[in-house]
């Protein structure tokens, strides 16, 4: 069974495509990086693999964790239940800024209990224990009480990692988590993501407007451009020319560790990785 499984999927927005036959497969455990220039399609692609958007009529499909998650056009019946097991991270808005840290945390659980349970927020003690236990791993304990509008970008982040956690999501999809946070709180973030599917086996798809960060913390790198896959392999055989051509111009920017060399393949992250890489990023 893999985590995923996408096949010729394709979707238009009008008469623009914005994924022109996809077929993807990753398999569990694995920790995945997808990049592409913007409007690549990579948002497209992440929405349609948590069952948020269904592709076009007559083609493609998507399981997740062995389950129809879509098949031609059309969302699988029952998503819900399987949609408990997807923890979507999004770049902004993930906390309801009104509840405090604790209850946005907590309302992870609403996929197991009881809708006027959780509707009430009627949460048990072993279900707080368990979001004060997923908020420790992630460094923010201490802000359990605080409201979620009062936090940073970086705390944000790491609070909806520690939603996934007591959702007890077994995929977890980020779209762009660190696009609009400083080096320090995106580096804390993605060592949250790499922790998680290390130490929990949590399959991890991430996309990343920045390149470094995706060699630092994937084996596996996934490109898109104008909707198609355009590589898909081990991080390490990226090399500069073909960023250049990924991004055009602009990728001078995207490669901010230098890390892609212009033709050797990148070194990072090595056969020790992730501990190595992590390490080096905390560094
Ligand atoms: N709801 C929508 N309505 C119309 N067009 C859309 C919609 N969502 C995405 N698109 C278009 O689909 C294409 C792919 O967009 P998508 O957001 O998936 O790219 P992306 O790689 O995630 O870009 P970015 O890095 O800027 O977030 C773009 O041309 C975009 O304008």
Same mark, same amino acid.
């Given at each position: 069974m893999q985590a995923i499984e996408i096949s010729s999927l394709a979707k238009s927005f009008g008469a623009q495509p914005a994924l022109a036959g996809v077929s993807l497969t990753v398999a569990p455990g694995e920790m995945v990086a997808l990049i592409g220039a913007s409007g690549s399609g990579k948002s497209t692609l992440i929405r349609h693999v948590a069952g948020l958007l269904a592709g076009d009529r007559a083609t493609g499909s998507v399981q997740v964790l062995g389950r129809p998650v879509q098949h031609g056009g059309r969302l699988a019946r029952g998503l819900r239940a399987l949609r408990c097991e997807i923890g979507v991270i999004f770049q902004q808005f993930n906390l309801v800024g009104r509840l405090s840290l604790l209850t946005?945390?907590?309302? &992870?659980?609403?996929?197991? $209990?009881?809708?006027?349970? =959780?509707? #009430?927020? #009627?949460?048990? @003690?072993? !279900?707080?224990?368990?979001?004060?236990a997923a908020l420790q791993r992630v460094g923010m304990a201490g802000y359990a009480g605080q409201r979620?509008?009062? #936090?940073? &970008?970086?705390?944000?982040?790491?609070?909806?990692?520690?939603?996934c956690l007591v959702q007890r999501a077994r995929l977890v999809?980020?779209?762009?988590?660190?696009?609009?946070? @400083?080096?320090?709180?995106?580096?804390? $973030?993605?060592?949250?993501?790499?922790?998680?599917?290390?130490?929990? =086996?949590?399959? +991890? +798809? $991430?996309?990343?407007?920045? +390149?470094?960060?995706?060699?630092?913390?994937?084996?596996?790198?996934?490109?898109?451009? @104008?909707?198609?896959?355009?590589? @898909? =392999?081990?991080?390490?055989?990226?090399?500069?020319?073909? #960023?250049? !051509?990924?991004? &055009?111009?602009?990728?001078?920017?995207?490669?901010?560790?230098?890390?892609?060399?212009?033709?050797?393949?990148?070194?990072?992250?090595? !056969?020790?990785?992730?501990?190595?890489? +992590?390490?080096?990023?905390?560094?």
């Open positions: 946005n945390v907590l309302l &992870g659980t609403l996929g197991r $209990v009881p809708v006027w349970r =959780g509707s #009430l927020g #009627l949460f048990s @003690d072993a !279900e707080k224990l368990e979001a004060m979620a509008s009062t #936090l940073s &970008g970086g705390q944000q982040q790491r609070a909806a990692i520690a939603r999809l980020a779209d762009e988590p660190i696009a609009s946070l @400083d080096p320090a709180s995106a580096k804390r $973030v993605m060592e949250m993501l790499a922790e998680i599917n290390r130490e929990d =086996g949590i399959t +991890v +798809v $991430v996309s990343l407007h920045q +390149v470094d960060y995706a060699i630092r913390y994937c084996r596996r790198v996934v490109a898109l451009r @104008d909707g198609k896959v355009v590589y @898909d =392999g081990p991080t390490t055989a990226l090399t500069r020319a073909f #960023l250049h !051509e990924l991004y &055009g111009t602009s990728s001078e920017e995207l490669l901010l560790s230098g890390a892609v060399d212009e033709t050797e393949p990148a070194t990072a992250p090595d !056969e020790s990785y992730p501990e190595a890489a +992590v390490a080096r990023a905390a560094g």
